[in-house]
């Protein structure tokens, strides 16, 4: 199993509050990136990073933050959570390898905003 | 139109049965095809990759790339309970340059096979 470590794994929160979740590898990989998914959206890119302090923008980044100040660290905040962000969060790495993106995925963080 | 389209399904089969999943896609620019499956409450694993256009057989499991069409599918022979999953496409432009190399999936299709 590719060395990824999210945390917490599951969280309960309330409207208002801020919440920040943390990915951790340790494979050295380049790329980061946070996904959420939800039932009949499936996997939605939220932010991700080409390399540290290199970070971007996906689909869905409205109420989001990234911050990549290490290699090893990609940490995605909530700002002030809202019942909209419920949802299942993966954070996946990834490496150039003869010209295509493997994408590793972590077991996920269940949040739940109250 | 969203860059990429798949039917989320749900899909049932008996045990055995030939399994047709697909995806389309709209960005021409698009080289490097990935299905990945997801089991409940797991993250996402790489199942088979593609370059290009063509085909590639892992046992019992069949990748199809037609760029012309912009149509990839995934076949799976004999298949079995343990095949029961979410399985999603994925798609990425591939060559260098800090964006290029984020993937863009599907919504994913749920796969049940009844023994």
């Known amino acids: 199993d590719a060395g990824i470590t999210q945390s917490p794994r599951h969280k309960v929160t309330e409207t208002g509050t801020p919440v920040t979740l943390r990915c951790h590898q340790t494979?050295?990989?380049?790329?980061m990136y946070w996904y959420r998914q939800d039932p009949g959206h499936g996997l939605r890119l939220i932010h991700y990073?080409?390399?540290?302090?290199?970070?971007d923008k996906g689909e869905v980044s409205d109420g989001y933050s990234v911050s990549r100040s290490k290699t090893e660290d990609f940490l995605l905040t909530l700002e002030s959570a809202t019942s909209s962000q419920t949802s299942v969060y993966f954070c996946?790495?990834?490496?150039?390898?003869?010209?295509?993106?493997?994408?590793?995925f972590g077991q996920g963080t269940r949040l739940t905003v109250v | 139109q969203k860059e990429v389209e798949q039917d989320p399904g749900p899909l049932s089969v008996p045990e055995g049965a030939i399994v047709s999943l697909n995806c389309t896609y709209s960005?021409?620019?698009?080289?490097?095809f990935m299905w990945y499956r997801q089991y409940s409450r797991k993250g996402p694993e790489l199942l088979m990759y593609?370059?290009?256009?063509g085909n590639k057989e892992d046992g019992r499991f069949t990748a199809q790339v037609d760029k012309s069409s912009k149509y990839i599918s995934l076949f799976i022979r004999d298949s079995q309970p343990s095949d029961s999953a979410t399985y999603l496409c994925?798609?990425?432009?591939?060559?260098?340059?800090?964006?290029?190399?984020?993937?863009?999936f599907g919504k994913g299709t749920l796969l049940t096979v009844n023994p």
């Open positions: 593609t370059y290009s256009s």
């Open positions: 494979e050295n990989h380049r790329y």
């Open positions: 960005n021409s620019a698009f080289q490097y």
């Open positions: 994925a798609m990425s432009v591939g060559y260098s340059g800090g964006s290029n190399y984020k993937l863009t």
């Open positions: 990073s080409y390399g540290v302090k290199d970070t």
């Open positions: 996946a790495i990834s490496d150039y390898r003869k010209g295509y993106t493997e994408a590793f």
